[in-house]
């Protein structure tokens, strides 16, 4: 099934190659039964929620701008350090979780452009994925790049417009990089820009979500059409599953702290 998912990912590096149909691809995504990101699903609505007190979510933890005054989000970083996940709550065989960067998906819902790593904790071995999702479309996983725990990635994602744009991933102390761009016809709106810890969809339910001690996501800024601005004054987002809370976000100018709690 990796096998299918790979192929995919060769395939849409090149140019020289008929690309897949776009059908083909989610069909073999599907299959694959591979990560699928949806937006902010919220946990209460009606709690009006800022800088200072979060909100909660059933699948993203972090810290989320629901517009900024002064221009749209056309560019996404930030910079992590590769965490060792472990088992998180109930009894399974597999844990995972996932760190990233994007625009949209909040109080847009129809588009969200990402890139990320996901840290999955298997029958005692850890593994890592890097990749890049538009949605509404699934994730594909990106090759030529893998991470050990400890190593430090900065992800970033560019919009050249509100309809196609560019994921990067970088091992930053080796170097590897991996880049991907990316065109959808679920145009962005530009309004929302985050830093995320998630628990992903997988073959339609989340999946059991790992503990993953903390991601740091530090270099954090957003690029806007009136200059850089940093998580400072973001939304804190918390995960909050049947009435227990998993995280605990923190903010200051620059860096976004998710903790497992
Ligand atoms: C943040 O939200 C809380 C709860 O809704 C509210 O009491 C507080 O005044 C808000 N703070 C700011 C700075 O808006
Ligand atoms: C582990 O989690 C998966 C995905 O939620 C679920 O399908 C499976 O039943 C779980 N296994 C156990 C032993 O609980
Ligand atoms: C990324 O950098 C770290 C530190 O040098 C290294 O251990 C790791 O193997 C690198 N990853 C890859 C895929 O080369
Ligand atoms: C929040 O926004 C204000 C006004 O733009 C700015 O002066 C301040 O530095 C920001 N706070 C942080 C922590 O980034």
């Not at 270099?219 to 809370?245: E, F, H, L, M, R």
């Amino acid at each position: 099934m990796y096998a299918i998912a790979l192929l995919t990912s060769v395939l849409l590096a090149s140019t020289a190659v008929a690309a897949p149909s776009r059908l083909a691809q989610r069909v073999a995504a599907r299959r694959s039964g591979t990560h699928l990101t949806r937006p902010l699903q919220v946990v209460d609505s009606s709690f009006t929620s800022n800088s200072s007190h979060p909100q909660y979510s059933s699948n993203w933890a972090g810290a989320v701008y629901d517009s900024y005054p002064s221009g749209s989000f056309t560019a996404v970083t930030g910079t992590f350090t590769v965490p060792t996940p472990s088992a998180g709550s109930g009894s399974n065989d597999s844990y995972s979780a996932s760190a990233w960067v994007g625009i949209d998906g909040d109080t847009c819902s129809t588009a969200i452009l990402q890139t990320g790593v996901d840290f999955t904790t298997s029958g005692g071995s850890v593994s890592y994925d890097a990749w890049y999702e538009w949605y509404p479309d699934y994730a594909y996983d990106f090759s030529g790049i893998s991470f050990s725990a400890g190593d430090v990635v900065t992800v970033t994602v560019t919009a050249a417009s509100t309809t196609s744009g560019t994921a990067v991933i970088e091992n930053t102390t080796t170097g590897q990089r991996v880049s991907q761009d990316i065109t959808s016809s679920s145009a962005l709106c530009e309004e929302n820009a985050e830093w995320i810890v998630e628990d992903y969809e997988e073959n339609g339910g989340l999946v059991p979500f790992a503990n993953f001690g903390t991601v740091t996501f530090s270099g954090a800024a957003a690029t806007t059409s009136s200059g850089s601005v940093g998580p400072g004054n973001a939304t804190i987002i918390d995960i909050q599953q049947s009435g227990t809370t998993y995280t605990d976000v923190s903010v200051d100018s620059s860096s976004v702290t998710v903790k497992y709690v």
